[in-house]
């Protein structure tokens, strides 16, 4: 309230109307995409943004009897990078307290997973007896324009940059790059396509995890799942066996289990109704792994053992989002012993923090994840460490 967005030109306005009738029209017309709005009350009237206060030029200045309101629908800030963390700082809008948080590894992933607000920055206070406190804001040091933040001990503060573009994001066609891959246990859908057995399209998500529940004749391990899908992918080496007339992936995958720990990966060929089975996989012939355009899927077996040639290498001051268990070790060496001994899923690599003793384990690593190592964002007091491709030579 009693503040104005100036610095950019309106795409509409709309006069003789309400404040309510000013934000239902900002969330329902199909005309543009409206992202703010600033309503006068003295006159009435609507002005509609296609952008918002963190564009270039934007300022938000105070004016008296002036409702400046951003649409809060068209922002996903689950998925934007974090700014380097802040010690001593605090930001002073909080929208939700979160206490006995344990660490700032928690605080962040609280931050992530909020579904009642846009949160685009946390604060976490560990008070010492007092015990810590997680504190979510709507606001950001970029929302905020400079303001809002103040000294406080002991705290960090860290805040994500989620600046947006003018172009519509769901007008933007769903294109991605040839060498990302589409996972049932994954993170990514290459292209725009259904999948030979007519599995409705995947669509991008970086927080979410896709399961496709699969009946199996062989008993499977005891794994969280036994199978990691690549669609239109293949390994360029030798099989131990090609079985013929194989009519679903799900028989391919019974095929390799029944040879299992011999058969570490599979290559089922839709419209040869052909099975492969390979004695490598995916990590261990990094470079044999290959997309194509033929109606092909890779299947990566979870119930084998890694390749011994595996080595942990370390990446500091690094830090992979993708997490699938939190628990604490006492330094770098006890939180990989803990990957190494993980019975539930195969741990390919962990988030170790130096200072809070977090230990973060995860089933995915820098060549799973479609950005690559561009995957890593930077964080202070954090080490992030892999098990590399395992290639064997």
Known sequence: MDHELQGLSPIDVVRVVSLEQCQQFCLETRKYVCRSANYFHLRRECQVFGDDRTADKAELVHASRVD?????????????????????????????????????????????????????????????????VCMLSAESRLTGQGVGLSYRKGATFSGKTCKIHTADARQQPTIHPSNEHDTTKGTVATHPTKDPVDIPILVPSLDSVYFNKVCLRERPCKKLWSFERYLHYELHVEPIREISGVLERADCEDLCLHETPHCKSAVYHYLERTCFLFAENKRSAATRFHYT?????????????????????????????????????????????????????????VNFETVAKDCALSSEDISSVPQGVSALQPRRNSLYSEKGSCEQG
């Open 68 to 132: 400046y309101f951003e649409n809060q629908c068209l922002v996903e800030t689950s998925f934007c990078p974090y700014q380097k963390s802040e010690e001593d700082l605090a930001m002073v809008y909080v929208t939700k307290s979160i206490p006995d948080t344990i660490s700032t590894l928690h605080c962040e992933r609280e931050c992530n997973r909020e579904r009642e607000f846009n949160c685009r920055s946390y604060t976490y206070w560990d008070r010492g007896a007092h015990g810590s």
């Open 293 to 349: 355009s033929e109606e092909v899927e890779y299947l990566d077996n979870q119930c084998t053992s890694e390749s011994p040639t595996c080595q942990y290498r370390e990446f500091p001051d690094r830090f992979l989002p993708q997490l699938d268990r939190l628990s604490r070790a006492y330094n770098l060496k006890d939180c990989q012993r803990q990957c190494d001994t993980e019975r539930d899923f195969v741990c390919r690599s």
